[in-house]
């Protein structure tokens, strides 16, 4: 088995990737995030341009006006679905990064446990060691004052 001081070394080097794989994953979450609110964005805009497109009761729709209006339209649902496929890239992404940290994060897990492990071997076999050193004290002991 490894060495502690081998494994310290070891467990400080996966808890640097670990912090790493944790900080890219919290960026591609944020960027998510980011994308989220401009696809909302995109769609408030669309939902209040359609609102101010509202004819008034004495106003009428011209041909020329509407079609416009039906292109600008064609070009804000584009931008959504544009945005909706990029949405959908960066879930993959951040979900691809989750499962990086997590595969980092249990890594460093198991490499603890194992210091852990050897820690309590080290402090088992000092204990079995000190009462060893007991016993025999005890025994010479006893038996010295047998003697006497």
């Known amino acids: 088995m490894a060495n502690i001081k081998q494994l310290t070394i070891v467990l400080s080097m996966a808890n640097k990737k670990e912090q790493e794989a944790l900080k890219v994953y919290s960026e591609a979450e944020q960027q ?14 669309k939902a209040d341009y359609l609102l101010q497109m509202k004819p008034e009761n004495s106003q009428q729709v011209t041909a020329v006006k509407l079609i416009r209006l ?5 070009k804000i649902d ?35 446990f194992l210091i852990d492990k050897q820690h309590n071997e080290v402090a088992l076999k000092e204990d079995k060691q000190q009462q060893k050193l007991s016993d025999e004290f005890a025994m010479m002991s006893y038996h010295r004052k047998q003697r006497q």
């Open 32 to 45: 998510l995030t980011q994308l989220k609110q401009q696809m909302e964005s995109l769609t408030q805009y």
């Open 70 to 74: 039906q292109g600008f339209l064609a």
């Open 78 to 112: 584009q931008s959504i679905f544009q945005q909706r496929d990029v949405i959908a890239k960066a879930s993959l992404a951040v979900d691809a990064r989750r499962k990086l940290w997590a595969k980092a994060k249990q890594y460093c897990d198991s490499i603890t």
